[in-house]
């Protein structure tokens, strides 16, 4: 039993040292009294978090555990406040990019259940342009995801910092310019084939 086993943890203590009836008992007992007396103050009386220094009477759940409690790890409440003005626009331009799109493809669905879309030059051209949009905002989408959930690689446990990998920067650096040359190749490829396509033209259709 670990100490995230909070259901049994609460019902009969750390290691069963509370497995009786009279020992649950006390523990509500001292719950209901808690309740009362914060009542009467009018506020609530805060107990545990995180223990630091780590004493050395310490119980041995928390020192088996200690390393891991992530916000042993910051020197600052500011630490766990993320960039909230890059968050407040990247969420602006995935939001407003995903409405456009939405828009966007109704009319043309529209236009063309109309059977006028081919007149509509202009729209096929906001189309064509539009296309970056779509990675501007998968971009900024995990812009949100990823600087939001700073500093935590896994919440309130694991801050990013400690998650690093100690795998060394050449091998990075290699395999991204590894990747960069493969997609870069894929992408000329890709422009060759539509462009060879384009000036092909659609094919006539046979009386």
């Known amino acids: 039993m670990t100490m995230y086993d909070m259901t049994r943890v609460t019902a009969k203590g750390y290691f ?4 009786s009836e009279e020992a649950r008992h006390a523990k509500r007992v001292a719950m209901n009294a808690q309740r009362t007396e914060d009542y009467k103050n009018g506020t609530y009386a805060r107990a545990g978090g995180v223990v630091d220094p780590l004493p050395d009477d310490a119980p041995f759940f928390v020192r088996d555990y200690y390393a891991y409690f992530g916000y042993g790890y910051l020197s600052s409440p500011e630490q766990i406040v ?3 003005p890059l968050l407040f626009y990247s969420f602006r331009v995935m939001v407003g990019a995903g409405c456009f799109f939405i828009l966007l493809l109704g009319v043309v669905w529209w236009l063309n259940r109309k059977d006028r ?29 990823e600087v939001g959930r700073q500093p935590w690689a896994i919440q309130d446990l694991m801050p990013v910092g400690i998650a690093a990998s100690k795998i060394g920067s050449t091998s990075v650096t290699a395999t991204f ?10 992408l000329i ?15 006539q259709e046979k009386e």
Do not use: C
């Open 177 to 186: 310019f590894i990747f960069l040359a493969l997609f870069t190749a894929l």
């Open 117 to 145: 879309l081919a007149d509509k030059r202009w729209l096929l051209w906001i189309a064509v342009w539009s296309v970056p949009l779509a990675y501007l905002a998968s971009q900024a989408g995990w812009v949100l995801a």
């Open 16 to 19: 069963d040292a509370e497995d």
């Open 189 to 203: 490829a890709e422009l060759s084939i539509l462009f060879r396509q384009i000036k092909i033209g659609p094919e």
């Open 82 to 84: 993320p960039d909230v």
